[in-house]
Nanobody, 109 residues
Framework: QVQLAEFGGGSVQIGGSLRLSCTAS???????MAWYRQATGKQRELVAG??YYAPAVKGRFTVARDKATNTVHLQMDNLKPEDTAVYYC?????????WGQGTQVTVSS
């Protein structure tokens, strides 16, 4: 079993920055980690994985993986109102998917 703990999030003004972190614990062998987000009334979407960025965030978000600590960070710069959503850490190991509890990111003027 794997547990995911998310940190970060909050409220920021347009153009600001936030950093999200997610640490996996438990029986870790070979784990893939990524970030999803879900805005109100919309489907959950993949934001960034270990080698992928959604077109809407490319050039503004940076994902970094620390394999020694099973942590994945999401640095979000030049935030826009459309980035407002609940951000979820996602992990996959041996065919099982895991989700973090979600953290709210709100971008306002």
């Amino acid at each position: 079993q794997v547990q995911l703990a998310e940190f970060g999030g909050g409220s920021v003004q347009i153009g600001g920055s936030l950093r999200l972190s997610c640490t996996a614990s438990g029986r870790i062998t070979s784990i893939y980690m990524a970030w999803y987000r879900q805005a109100t009334g919309k489907q959950r979407e993949l934001v960034a994985g270990e080698s992928y960025y959604a077109p809407a965030v490319k050039g503004r978000f940076t994902v970094a993986r620390d394999k020694a600590t099973n942590t994945v960070h999401l640095q979000m710069d030049n935030l826009k109102p459309e980035d407002t959503a609940v951000y979820y850490c996602y992990a996959s190991q041996l065919g099982t998917n895991y989700w973090g509890q979600g953290t709210q990111v709100t971008v306002s003027s």
